[in-house]
T-cell receptor, first 113, second 111 residues
Framework: DAGITQSPRHKVTETGTPVTLRCHQTENHRYMYWYRQDPGHGLRLIHYSYGVKDTDKGEVSDGYSVSRSKTEDFLLTLESATSSQTSVYFC????????????FGPGTRLTVL | SQQGEEDPQALSIQEGENATMNCSYKTSINNLQWYRQNSGRGLVHLILIRSNEREKHSGRLRVTLDTSKKSSSLLITASRAADTASYFCATYGGSQGNLIFGKGTKLSVKP
């Protein structure tokens, strides 16, 4: 998995609670991405980062925020989790640009009750 | 919004047969990529084909790209049970855009 880890791997939480997912990479890749994967929707981009402290929104960013204070870590926060955010979340990285191949982490399965 | 649409949604074949999956997209692209996802795992990059390329090979994989028809195909020859997975196409349109994934084809290879 190209040195990409995600934590936690599984989480069950209740509606209204804050949740933070962590992505850690050891590849020194500049770009990092958060996706969610849902049946019938495939993979959708939530937010991405093109450098430390540089982030931008993706297709489904509402209800999510991100932070990147170090090259190796990219955090995804659900400020107040809702049941519609129940999903599998994947982190991905790429060396130098959106056009390059992406390397994916193992995923985090989040259930919001 | 999905750019690539894979066809078929599901495909079941016997070991040793060839598997062909198709991807259609709507707008012009800079490159098209194929990924594999085994059950419960992250996606793994298989192959990238640029808009000025028509065909590319990697081991048992052959990818074609027809930009006039806005379509690509992934052929897996002499399939194995280990090829059982979901396969996604992803398109990059250029101009600082992002990679956009299709919904995938679920391939089942029976021993």
């Amino acid at each position: 998995d190209a040195g990409i880890t995600q934590s936690p791997r599984h989480k069950v939480t209740e509606t209204g609670t804050p949740v933070t997912l962590r992505c850690h990479q050891t590849e020194n890749h500049r770009y990092m991405y958060w996706y969610r994967q849902d049946p019938g929707h495939g993979l959708r981009l939530i937010h991405y980062s093109y450098g430390v402290k540089d982030t931008d929104k993706g297709e489904v960013s509402d209800g999510y925020s991100v932070s990147r204070s170090k090259t190796e870590d990219f955090l995804l926060t659900l400020e107040s989790a809702t049941s519609s955010q129940t999903s599998v979340y994947f982190c991905a990285t790429t060396l130098s640009g959106n056009h390059n191949e992406q390397f994916f982490g193992p995923g985090t399965r989040l259930t919001v009750l | 919004s999905q750019q690539g649409e894979e066809d078929p949604q599901a495909l079941s074949i016997q070991e040793g047969e060839n598997a062909t999956m198709n991807c259609s997209y709507k707008t012009s692209i800079n490159n098209l990529q194929w990924y594999r996802q085994n059950s419960g795992r992250g996606l793994v990059h298989l192959i990238l084909i640029r808009s000025n390329e028509r065909e590319k090979h990697s081991g048992r994989l052959r990818v074609t790209l027809d930009t006039s028809k806005k379509s690509s195909s992934l052929l897996i020859t002499a399939s194995r049970a280990a090829d059982t997975a979901s396969y996604f196409c992803a398109t990059y349109g250029g101009s600082q855009g992002n990679l956009i994934f299709g919904k995938g084809t679920k391939l089942s290879v029976k021993p």
